[in-house]
């Protein structure tokens, strides 16, 4: 796709401190008063114009929210975040009806970021030199700007809309969904997204259909002082096949923006969903100063036979991710896998990992993790394997592997690993290692640079999971990963 | 000897033996031959009780002796052996400890004496040397670090010791080169005796000019398709199996 | 994120089940008839104070959310008190007997002169009981507590409440000490009690010494044991020191092991747990000088409803140090393993290679083994690893063993022996391994049975 070509090169030269993304849409907003209360509830469901039980749910997270606390276990610090200093809802002024009347801004933002909103541009796509077509949803601070590729979907029986239209037009997909992968009172974050998530993308897959191209979602925070609470919903029905594929920027503000998603895939009998995401959220500067607060729930659940799914997730942005995207294993055979490249410099904190619950017979589940910590970054992979007493023949294979570029960063591996079947058979496998002199100097006395040297070897570290990704993403990955990287030695 | 009766067997809800018949009588050398996948290695594993095989017809008796409803230690005592194709390594278990246990197991069901310290490490270091097992070997776990070659002249040491009746050498010479082919094609014609009978599974001919059989039988999808004198072996080496193939198609 | 949601902090709270106030309480009540003005009485009132505000732990504080404590501590029996010779005896019969061993006795945590070999220890090693090293104020006693880690730990704070009883052990610099000195301790008797030692041991630059600790006690009483050992290896020196935890198994045993390693000192660590209801054993090993290193090994065996919990802190605080980690775990029936282990690499602590293993084996649908393996790597340039496996014996294995004639018990065993023989060979002293082995064939048998 040549628009990700050009946001590869444009990417390039780009060192840690000038974040690619960091520009500002100047566009007229709509935003619901500061602050969180069941009024900016009600004003949100109200500006969505949702059916009464939509509200309802959204109230009971709110009450349910409002007793609980915030999770303290995972390794990242930062000052306690003032939820009433937030704006939790924000829409560009005139809402769009079609494509054609959205305000040209945020089409050149889009533009700018390499997502070829306009079906034109995306058809101009096809041409370029990786031949495959991409239906995107833009997500602009709280609202769904929109989805390309529609009609084409369309007649496939695959429904592709964002989630606040969903909720209307497909309110029993939504009611039997919502919520069934990742409960209201889930945790912390979750329940805050299930009060006020402001839009996200709504994905189904009708039984036997295997998706005609890969489904996209850009995500992008725009406005001063607002939270995104992005929800996702995915739901392939029987024998079914969907790849999804995420991006994620912001611009570049001296205040912490908070991002609060909340992701649910449910796959049905002898369905498979695929789960790319490349996560490249403004980082903060090269002081720490600024940067999203990256607190997301996203889970799988395998709820049929022989379903799969998969997650990939390149981490390259945000000042802190907590994010550990995870797979219920709950039909017989179904199969779990969570591939991840989590790379951090400067002052970033990540704490990501997964959990694979083993419930069915025989399941499977498979973590390959790479973390590269460099800067005064923090880097910890936190996962869980259990298999329960009925998951008979639950099989794990675990490698996670950290590389530390400089001695003023850390690696942290923290598994869980937990059998309550002795026909399960777990393998967990870490390692901990630097960047070896001799790989080094072998490139450098082949005239590569430090830094393209570096950039070199650690993408070999990640190259596993760079090929689980789609070949655009892929490519877009290994760019950043040298982006990120930069500033990183010498 | 061995008197195999319209046998079917399958793994999962997969049928691989279809109705096989094979009688062997006591002293003699039948050759198992077929292309891959016709099921010779299913035939060794359910003669010798491998657990993931189900029998859902036939019989097979051994010595007079119906041996389906045995486990597999209890076909070993009878005297029933299996050289593997793939010997599996066991780590942290010494060879020689583990020679010394199969021995004592296989006496003491069949109501015999133990064999002393003394006595078994005189046996082993009188068979050991001929199949080229040094003493360095034995101490070893079963198998770790062994060659190929080498595992399967352990496979053929334990063969001697335990002085089965009925040997089955399943794709013994496969990843063999011809000298080893030569050390264990010996090691196995010393162990020739007209109250011992031997099954060869094999896909190649060669073994055969080593270890020459009596009769040669084709196996195909399952069951015997052909059976004849030693020179069936040469005659396939010549022709394939390509016929076979074709009257399965 | 409920599996993994366990907070960081532990919150201050006032103690609160019957079994933590019967604990403060008598606790409180001993200090007042005990502790002194002096440093340990401080330290000792410092403890009480820290197990007041966190009492015992539970499944929501990290480091125990696989063992909770305050759930499985339901009665607290009384303290234990002197020993007569009656008692000497019969603590006598339930020791195991370790070749060529000098012996030291502990009965339900308490000294006893009389069956230990006190005067009779090995050229270049002194022994005093830790009542007469506090009142003489000998240099050992003054570093009790030296070694304690940073964190709150519900085992050791009540160790050094309750701080009385024990031994210090000096081994000269230099010494080479051929003959091991036993350390035993026992439970015997039918009544339950509550026993805590806390031994301290300093061994010189270049010494060498092998140390053997054993717990045991009379099956089917509910007493609680409870034993702390700092030990400092020097410059150079080197350490033998092999655990055996053969509890009775309705005890309960609280361990605690706490390290420091010296520059190019070497431990060879070996620790067998098979006993007791519930057992935890703690080490906090700091390797604090270069070129040190660290061997740990261990086996537990557990069976019926068992649970057995192994939690290491591994503490590289400089540059250029080894430790090697090989645990296996082999569970029948309902029992329960855990295992944890901990790599902290700082930030100094280059050149660090680290590599733990924990391996389990379980027999049986009903038990269950929890591993958390930990990496915390401040130093790039550093080897370290971990791995953790879980399964049952393995098939081909076992079917080549039964083609070879062995019956399925008879297969098994050899197997479970391999798996667990692995860790044995780490321990150098043939002898020792012997003893090891012959223990835990011994569990075995009993368990075929």
Same mark, same amino acid.
């Given at each position: ?124 796509? @096809? ?81 036997? #259909? ?10 992008? @925070? ?69 940067? @999203? ?141 630097? @960047? ?28 596993? #999971? ?25 | ?249 | ?56 732990? !539970? ?18 029996? &009384?303290?234990?008190?002197? &020993? ?37 220890? &090995? ?15 000998? &240099?050992?006693?003054?570093?009790? %507590? ?24 000096? =081994? ?8 091991? =000195? ?7 008797? %039918? ?29 089917? =009483? ?80 557990? $069976?019926?409803?068992? !649970? ?27 029992? !329960? ?48 690893? !971990? ?33 667990? %023989? ?16 012959? $223990? ?10």
């Amino acid at each position: 796709m040549p628009a990700v070509q050009e946001t590869v090169e444009r990417v390039r030269a780009i060192d840690v401190d000038q974040y690619k993304y960091g520009f500002v849409t100047d566009i007229e907003s709509e935003k619901a008063p500061k602050g969180l209360s069941e009024d900016t509830i009600r004003y949100i469901s109200a500006r969505k114009t949702e059916p009464e039980w939509m509200l309802e749910w959204r109230l009971d997270a709110y009450r349910r929210w409002l007793t609980m606390e915030e999770p303290t276990w995972a390794r990242v610090s930062y000052p306690a975040i003032d939820f009433q200093d937030y704006y939790y809802y924000s829409a560009p002024k005139a809402a769009p009806k079609s494509i054609d009347e959205i305000d040209p801004e945020i089409l050149k933002t889009y533009e700018k970021l390499g997502i070829p909103l306009r079906e034109r541009d995306a058809l101009l796509g @096809i041409e370029g030199a990786s031949g495959s077509r991409v239906a995107v949803d833009a997500v602009f601070d709280s609202v769904s700007v929109a989805t390309t590729f529609k009609e084409e979907l369309a007649k496939a029986g695959v429904i592709f809309m964002p989630i606040s239209e969903a909720i209307r037009e497909h309110p029993e997909l939504v009611k039997k969904y919502l919520g069934s992968v990742v409960p209201v009172s889930d945790n912390f974050y979750a329940t805050l997204n299930s009060a006020v998530f402001s839009d996200g993308s709504f994905v189904y897959i009708p039984p036997g #259909v295997r998706c005609p191209m890969e489904l996209s979602t850009y995500f992008r @925070i725009n406005e001063r002082n607002t939270g995104q609470f992005e929800r996702t919903l995915i739901i392939a029905d029987e024998g079914s096949y969907v790849s999804y594929l995420e991006g994620c920027t912001a611009p570049q503000r001296d205040e912490n923006q908070l991002h609060a998603a909340v992701v649910e895939l449910v796959a049905l009998k002898d369905a498979e969903i695929k789960y790319s995401t490349v996560q490249n959220w403004y980082p903060g500067d090269k002081d720490g100063k600024g940067g @999203i607060y990256n607190f997301v729930t996203k889970r799988g659940d395998c709820r049929g036979d022989n379903s799969k799914i998969s997650w990939t997730q390149v981490e390259t942005g945000s000042a802190i991710t907590w994010k550990y995207p995870s797979c219920i294993l709950r039909g017989d055979n179904s199969q779990g896998e969570f591939y991840s490249i989590a790379i951090s410099n400067g002052h970033q904190q990540v704490d990501s990992g997964t959990k694979m619950v083993h419930l069915g017979k025989n399941t499977s589940s498979r973590i390959i993790s790479k973390g590269i910590a460099a800067g005064h970054s923090d880097n910890t992979y936190r996962g869980l394997v259990s298999a329960h007493r009925r998951a008979t023949g639950a099989r794990n294979f675990t490698n996670c592997d950290s590389l530390l570029i400089g001695n003023h960063c850390g690696a942290h591996t923290v598994p869980y690993m937990e059998a309550k079947n002795a026909s399960a058979q777990f393998e967990h496998e870490a390692t901990t290692s630097k @960047i070896s002199e001799d790989q080094l100097f072998y490139c450098l006395q082949r005239g590569l640079s430090q830094e393209e040297s570096v950039a070199l070897i650690v993408n070999g570290f990640v190259r596993d #999971v760079l090929q689980q990704l789609p070949m655009e993403f892929a490519v877009e990955a290994q760019k950043l990963i040298a982006v990120s990287l930069e500033g990183s030695v010498g | 000897m061995l008197e195999i009766k319209n046998l079917h067997a399958s793994i999962g809800d997969n049928e691989i033996l279809k109705g096989l018949n094979l009688t062997i009588p006591d002293g003699e050398i039948h050759a198992i031959m077929g292309p891959n996948g016709s099921g010779k290695s299913t035939l060794s594993y359910v003669l010798s009780g491998k657990p993931d095989y189900e029998v859902t017809d036939g019989s097979v008796t051994f010595d007079g002796q119906d041996i389906l409803a045995l486990a597999p230690e209890e076909r070993a005592a009878a005297g029933l052996f299996l050289a593997f194709q793939y010997p599996i390594e066991i780590p942290g278990v010494a060879n020689m400890t583990f020679l010394r246990a199969a021995m004592n197991a296989q006496r003491k069901a069949r109501g015999e004496e133990e064999i002393s310290t003394p006595d078994f490490l005189k046996l082993v270091r009188q068979k050991a040397p001929d199949l080229g097992m040094s003493p360095e070997m034995l101490r070893r776990g079963v198998n770790v670090g062994f060659s190929g070659g080498e595992k399967k002249r352990n496979e053929i040491l334990q063969m001697a010791l335990l002085e089965p009746k009925l040997c089955i050498l399943d794709e013994t010479d496969s990843g063999l080169d011809i000298d080893a082919l030569k050390v264990v094609a010996h090691g196995v014609n010393a162990l020739r005796s007209p109250t011992r009978s031997m099954l060869v599974i094999t896909h190649y001919q060669r073994l055969l000019d080593h270890i020459i059989p009596d009769v040669v039988h084709v196996m195909h999808k399952g069951r015997i398709v052909r059976s004849g004198g030693k020179e069936l072996a040469l005659e396939l080496e010549e022709s394939g199996y390509a016929a076979y193939e074709q009257d399965a198609a | 994120m409920s599996a993994m949601d366990a907070p960081v902090r532990t919150p201050l709270r006032p103690v609160r089940t019957a079994a933590e106030e019967a604990l403060a309480l008598t606790l409180q009540a001993t200090l007042d008839a005990e502790a002194g003005q002096g440093r340990i009485g401080e330290v000792r009132r410092a403890a009480l104070d820290a197990f007041r505000a966190h009492g015992l732990p !539970h499944r929501r504080v990290e480091e125990w959310k696989y063992t909770d404590l305050r759930a499985a501590v339901r009665d607290v029996p &009384p303290l234990s008190t002197a &020993p007569d010779a009656a008692a000497e005896a019969e603590a006598l019969a339930l020791v195991p007997s370790v070749p060529d061993a000098a012996r030291i006795l502990f009965v339900a945590g308490a000294f006893a002169r009389g069956a230990s070999d006190l005067a009779a220890l &090995p050229e270049g090693v002194a022994a005093l009981p830790l009542d007469s090293a506090i009142a003489a104020a000998d &240099p050992l006693a003054d570093r009790i %507590g030296a070694l304690s880690p940073d964190r709150y730990d519900a085992a050791l704070a009540l160790n050094t409440g309750f701080l009385k009883e024990g031994l210090t052990l000096h =081994v000269d610099a230099g010494a080479r000490v051929a003959r091991p =000195v036993h350390l035993a301790h026992a439970f015997p008797g %039918g009544k339950p009690a509550a026993g805590f030692t806390r031994t301290v041991i300093v061994v010189g630059a270049g010494a060498e010494v092998t140390l053997v600790e054993s717990f045991s006690g009379t099956v089917g =009483v509910a007493y609680h044991a409870n034993h702390a050992m700092e030990l400092v290896v020097g410059d150079g020196a080197t350490v033998h020191l092999v655990r055996l935890q053969e509890e009775g198994d309705a005890a309960l045993h609280l361990g605690t092991l706490m390290l420091e390693m010296g520059r190019g000192a070497k431990l060879n660590h070996f620790s067998l747990a098979q006993g007791a209801a519930l057992s935890r054993f703690s080490v906090y090993g700091r390797f604090a000088g270069t070129g040190a290193q660290g061997s740990l090994s261990g086996v537990t065996l557990a $069976r019926g409803r068992q !649970h057995a919990d192994t939690t290491l802190l591994l503490d590289h605080a400089v540059a250029g140090c080894e430790s090697r980690e090989l645990f296996k775990t082999v569970l029948a029936d309902a029992s !329960h393993g855990v295992f944890q282990g901990k790599i902290v690499v700082r930030r100094d602590a280059q050149k660090t290679d680290g590599r733990m293993m924990s391996k389990a084996l379980l027999l049986s649908d009903a038990a269950e083994m929890d591993n958390k393996p930990e990496l915390e790597i401040f130093a790039d340039d550093v080897q370290c690893g !971990h791995g953790a496996t879980v399964g049952a014996l393995d098939d081909k294995m076992l079917f080549y063993l039964r083609s070879r004639g062995l019956p399925q018990a008879e297969a098994e065993l050899l197997l479970i022996q391999a798996f667990v %023989g692995e860790a044995v060979e780490q321990v150098e002293s043939e002898a020792l391994r012997e003893l090891l082995m012959d $223990r835990m064939v011994a569990w075995l048998a009993k368990r075929a049975a």
